[in-house]
């Protein structure tokens, strides 16, 4: 044989060869019998609302299934941020809930928001799971523990703050901070129970009951003026001690939390005349 015809040959068929390979690829192997005509390889991918599986039958019948992961509301760690397409799937009337204290919470809350010389029974207290948005308007799980005698109430408010968009900063029980009432404020926690013993002379909180509630805590201050000075809770807050519209989470007698709050008939810490204790409410039944 020739050389020349040799080499027409080997390029014959190294063409064959690609050519059969090129059409395999675009063919997604049907004419082998791998796929029926239409039919598109399966496909997964992750897109905003979850992982979606594309089987077969062409691109038209695109659906998203039910793979969003509702394992964060059994667990309900707060402050977890979760999105919209998780709320609906779970359902939002089970993220509204008032639960009596369970053994987990209980032992978060003694020996910090619940001393050993508490004298409110933890029967009377509930533990609030509530929704909130946040300053950047994403979506967290909040915690609180109220009173019984409040915590339809405070569904209720949260709820509502919820479905307007209301931001709240944080909502973790004070326990996060070993109760101390300051740390808290100064990270903008909202939080309601917390037992501290009475001090000589000095009136019991309505906090002690967890008949009281505190919102957005370091732009709502608690601001007492003296002749000595001014004493400003917590001491991070001096900017927006002035009430002047120095931020756009100030609590006044237009905010919707103010109203709502007002609807159940709780008080506002605002519009006491000795202190003024911008981010309270509480209820005196
Ligand atoms: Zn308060």
């Known amino acids: ?14 063409l064959v060869m690609c050519v059969g390979l090129a059409f395999f690829f675009f063919d997604g192997g049907r004419t082998l019998g791998f ?25 038209e019948e695109v659906g998203h299934e039910a793979v969003v992961d509702l394992s964060v509301f059994e667990d309900w760690v707060a402050e977890t941020e979760v999105s919209e397409a998780q709320v609906e799937e779970y359902g ?46 994403k979506i967290h799980l909040g915690e609180m523990v109220c009173n019984v005698k409040i915590a339809d109430d405070l569904t209720e408010i949260f709820k509502a703050l919820y479905d307007a968009k209301y931001p709240i900063g944080k909502m973790v029980l004070i326990d ?4 101390d009432d300051e740390a808290s404020m100064r990270d903008n926690n909202s939080s309601s129970f917390c037992f501290r013993p009475i001090s000589r002379g000095s009136k019991i909180s309505m906090h002690a009951y967890g008949m009281a509630v505190d919102i957005n805590t370091l732009y709502n201050p608690y601001v007492s003026t003296r002749a000595s000075g001014r004493i400003i809770k917590p001491s991070t ?6 009430r002047e519209g120095e931020s ?10 103010y109203k709502l709050f007002r609807e159940h008939g709780f008080s506002w810490g605002g519009s006491w005349r000795s202190v003024k204790d911008y981010q309270h409410f509480e209820k005196r039944l």
């Open 1 to 14: 044989m020739k050389g020349g015809l040799k080499k027409g040959i080997w390029i014959a068929a190294i």
């Open 35 to 59: 796929l029926g005509d239409g039919e598109m390889p399966d496909q997964v991918g992750y897109d905003g609302r979850g992982w979606w599986h594309r089987r077969g039958h062409g691109r």
């Open 92 to 137: 939002v009337e089970k993220c509204f809930v008032a639960d009596s204290i369970s053994e987990k919470i209980r032992s978060r809350m003694m020996g910090k928001s619940y001393p050993e010389n508490c004298s409110v029974s933890m029967d009377d207290l509930r533990y609030l799971k509530v929704l909130h948005y946040d300053m950047d308007g």
């Open 176 to 179: 996060e901070y070993d109760a």
């Open 237 to 242: 807050a001096t900017p927006y001690a002035d």
């Open 248 to 257: 756009p989470y100030e609590i006044d007698k237009d905010d919707l939390c």
